[in-house]
């Protein structure tokens, strides 16, 4: 076997720029999804991957142009939410009703005063169930209070596309979300507002983009990172980061002769439902079995951050990654935790996920500051070296068979079932 190269924190960095600055915002099926797929493709094969491709595949998705709040004379700029409903240049009005509390759980009861209503949600609980409610209460338009301030609005983790399972999007209320500052304004004063949205949905494509490094033996080790990223943020740390891990991770290893074959494959669409690697799985159905684990990078080189890991797997899997990677001191999980990975391991694929946040990525992740100025080379080259040792150490094993226990197993299927059920026309 040839002497790999070393993962360089500097040229991954350069990746992450590209992607999270000359780049910008990927929302999923806009132009820069077609933009970020060809470089991707480009850099791919300029290390000498085989088998360089790109597979499309269909997705909804929206431009905003227009997310106010009127206040008799003042007016608020919100964000709206992927997909939400727009409103007549005119906007919706009505009466305010206020809900804030730590989680959403009204009763069906309760549920009736929001009717013909603006809602003002003041919650950490956002979640698909709390649209839903709300649109079957009938209300006029809804207003997310981000809940921390000092940060841009934010769409809370996961549920950027909270209406996808509405069906009928001419009948979907205007979603807004607004600071802190604005929404306690909001919150203190207003008893009827306006709310004016500019939502298009449309049909569009995104893409999986495919490499491999042709191993001594068929079985694969399958890296993963998504590249898009959630509407208005330059997704940076999320996920900028881990597509520059898996794209110098791929250049390292192109210069090798590994044991395994490595294949990396840069998800489109994870905001959105975890599609690309669904996609990817539906696809490859047939050929999945050659698949003996997956690395997953997600959410990766914050300035201040701290490793964590989270394994589907059997518990030899997390010390095996323990070992490897001892001396740098992550925090470990046997936990179906993560984006894509949770879809491999669906499938039936042992998953190790790789996060490298810290408290800033919390707050920043799905907002507009999410940029490339928390992003620090030390950080990618941390994690970067960490999976190039396990892998290395696993090119020296025999054997690439890890299995996951039933009980993770039906943990992670139930809660991915739930994502496709709350999304079933997808
Ligand atoms: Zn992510």
Known sequence: MKETQKFSGDTAFEVCRHLA??????????????????????????????????????????????????????????????????????????????????SWNPTPDNLSRFSDKIVILYTRDFSQQVVQDLIQAGVQGIIYVTYHPGIPPKLPMGFIYSALNTGDFDLLPPI???????????????????????????????????????????????FSAHYDSAPYSPGAADNAAGTAILLELARVFAA???????????????ECALQGARHYCQTHSTSLDEIKLNLNFDVQGARIGNLALGVIGEKRLLTRVNQAIHQWNPEMRLAPTGGDNRIFAYYGIPAVHWWFGGGVNFLLNHTPHDR??????????????????????????????????????????QSIESIMMENNHL
């Open 256 to 270: 090798s002769t590994p044991r395994w074959t490595l294949r990396f494959v840069a998800c489109g669409s994870e």
């Open 372 to 413: 490339i100025d928390n992003i620090a080379p030390q950080s990618l080259e941390f994690v970067g070296r960490a999976s190039e040792v396990f892998v290395n150490e696993l090119n020296q094993q025999r054997t690439l068979r890890f299995s996951i226990p039933q009980s993770q197993h039906k943990k992670n299927t």
């Open 21 to 102: 600055q000359s780049i910008g915002v990927r929302v999923q099926g806009l132009e820069s999804t077609v933009t970020t797929k060809d470089y991707l493709c480009t850099q791919l094969s300029q290390y000498g991957l085989e088998n360089v491709h790109a597979e499309a595949f269909p997705v909804l998705t929206s431009r905003q142009k227009k997310a106010q709040i009127i206040a008799g004379t003042r007016t608020f700029e919100g964000l709206s939410f992927g997909l939400s409903g727009s409103t007549e240049s005119e906007g919706v009005s009505g009466p305010v009703v206020k809900y804030t509390s730590w």
């Open 176 to 222: 807004i979300s607004v600071s802190y500052q604005d929404g306690a304004k909001l919150l203190a004063n207003a008893r009827e507002l306006t709310i004016l949205a500019d939502v298009t949905i449309l049909q569009s494509e995104s893409f999986n983009v495919i490499g491999e490094i042709p191993g001594l033996e068929p079985d694969v080790i399958l």
